[in-house]
């Protein structure tokens, strides 16, 4: 009998779980941005694709990673994913060539963010619009300077 009222007790609040709680949590992962890739923002901003593709380095950052491929560990090959793609170890982001081709290479989400709500919408505040240098440390720091002997630089040849 006891363990009945228990059985009972635990499927009640799982349904609640499932039947109240369950869709705040959809709805809040349904409105989360996810990662789209440069090629949707061309659609909508021809000029700025244009240039990336012409003038960024950041246009082909995977031929780096695959250029070292061979050398490097898959741990440390991971680690190049952070800078290298767009959006790795992140909700939505790169995961590999083959599940993510689209977001290969380090693009306009890299900085603006992730911009399927912005695709929608086509409301500027539903990306981050202000880059400043300190959007910039996570891969251009110190320490990946010495290493890589490369400088920051805002804005290069992306617009």
């Known amino acids: 009998m006891i363990v ?18 369950g869709p705040v949590f959809y709805a809040a992962a349904e409105n989360s941005p996810v990662y ?12 700025q694709y244009d240039s990336y593709k012409a003038l960024s380095k950041k246009a082909n950052s ?11 560990t898959a741990a440390e090959l991971r680690q190049c994913y952070g800078c290298h793609t767009t959006g790795y170890g992140e ?20 900085c603006h963010g992730p911009g399927s709500l912005h695709a929608e919408t086509e ?10 240098i300190k959007d910039c440390v996570k891969c251009h720091n110190e ?8 400088k920051p630089l805002i804005y290069g040849g992306a617009h």
């Open 36 to 47: 789209v890739g440069t090629e949707t923002c061309a659609q909508c901003h021809q000029k």
């Open 91 to 110: 909700s939505g982001g790169f995961r590999s060539l083959k599940e993510t081709p689209h977001l290969k290479n380090t693009g306009c989400e890299a």
């Open 143 to 150: 320490e990946r300077v010495k290493a890589f002997n490369y």
């Open 123 to 132: 409301d500027p505040s539903d990306l981050k619009e202000e880059i400043s």
């Open 4 to 21: 009945r009222a228990l059985i009972i007790k635990f499927i009640t609040g799982l349904l609640f779980c499932l039947l109240i709680i």
């Open 62 to 72: 995977f031929k780096s990673v695959q250029r070292m491929a061979g050398k490097l």
